[in-house]
């Protein structure tokens, strides 16, 4: 099994639409979609709103015995369940569920972050975080849901506590790149943040003894990573492989032997590195969260790895 061609064909179920701009970044509800309960996922735009998609149950999409990786492609997803459009006043670039999936939380272009909760079917607006200077381009919970990470583009990474009642205390701030942050993201299983940049690195934060967070690992050119902007990092589910993608028309795969050992921090290094035709970039431009992790991580478990030059996926950026 050397490509896509040779599993499944991926095709257009549908097109949903609802939201007046540019759609930046979607997020499954990680309870849902199981046991009975109908797939749901949030959706985010530069119309300055969230829209929540539930999966019909009288939806007309024919089911069958799918390959693994077409679960996340076959809902039939039309129906509206909430519209979140009273919070934020500019672009709403990121969004993310808690692993509980009772809580969304929201990264903005006005420099804050809104946590929403589904009370009795109603979304809403439990906290407003403040601090970044300027834009927020992205939100990650951790495994525990005790922890949310924001970056943006004063250069800063942000660390919240969530605290009993839904409080939310900034615990460190994170000052380490010299451009601004892109992503961040947590790693699957340990409180280990990651973040990638303008500046062309990863970087990998982890906290000491004495409740301090700081830099454990640079990836950068020295280091065989990337040489342009890192637009976005994904795990796969056991943690031990990481992708990276960026603008130097690279997707490099990381690989680690465990994240602690008996003298502390295991260090990344690069694994695989994938290069794409600048012809195909435009259309590309990155494998995104919930592509990259459901399908390049599912060929890596079966041996192989997803060509990226097989997917169409929209530029977020």
Request: aromatic share 10%; hydrophobic share 40%; charged share 20%.
């Amino acid at each position: 099994m050397n490509s896509l061609d040779d599993m499944a064909e991926l095709r257009l179920l549908q097109t949903l639409e609802g939201h007046r701009d540019r759609v930046w970044s979607l997020a499954w509800n990680p309870t849902t979609g199981t046991g009975g309960l109908p797939a749901v996922f949030a959706s985010c735009s530069g119309d300055k709103t969230v829209i929540i998609w539930e999966q019909s149950l009288s939806g007309s999409f024919e089911r069958k015995v799918p390959p693994p990786l077409l679960l996340i492609f076959i809902f039939v997803l039309h129906h509206v369940q909430a519209d979140l459009n009273e919070t934020h006043e500019r672009t709403i670039r990121s969004c993310a569920w808690s692993p509980s999936g009772k809580m969304l939380a929201t990264a903005s272009f006005d420099a804050t972050t809104a946590i929403w909760e589904n009370v009795g079917g109603d979304f809403e607006c439990i906290s407003t975080l403040e601090g970044h200077e300027n834009e927020v381009k992205s939100v990650s919970w951790n495994a525990a849901g005790s922890l949310l990470a924001t970056c943006g583009r004063d250069k800063s990474v942000w660390i919240w506590e969530v605290e009993p009642g839904n409080e939310f205390e900034c615990v460190s701030v994170l000052q380490g790149h010299t451009q601004d942050v892109k992503m961040v993201q947590w790693h699957p299983s340990m409180d280990v943040l990651f973040s990638c940049s303008y500046d062309n690195t990863i970087k990998i934060w982890a906290e000491d003894g004495d409740d301090d967070w700081h830099c454990v690992q640079t990836l950068n050119e020295a280091s065989n990573g990337h040489t342009s902007t890192v637009w976005a990092v994904s795990f796969n589910a056991t943690g031990d492989r990481m992708a990276s993608c960026s603008d130097d028309l690279t997707i490099k795969i990381w690989g680690t032997d465990g994240l602690h050992s008996g003298n502390g921090f295991v260090p990344w290094n690069r694994w695989i590195v994938l290069v794409l035709s600048r012809e195909r970039w435009g259309d590309i431009f990155v494998l995104y969260q919930a592509i990259m992790t459901a399908l390049c991580f599912q060929f890596i478990g079966q041996g192989s790895l997803l060509s990226p030059e097989s997917l169409g996926v929209m530029n977020p950026f």
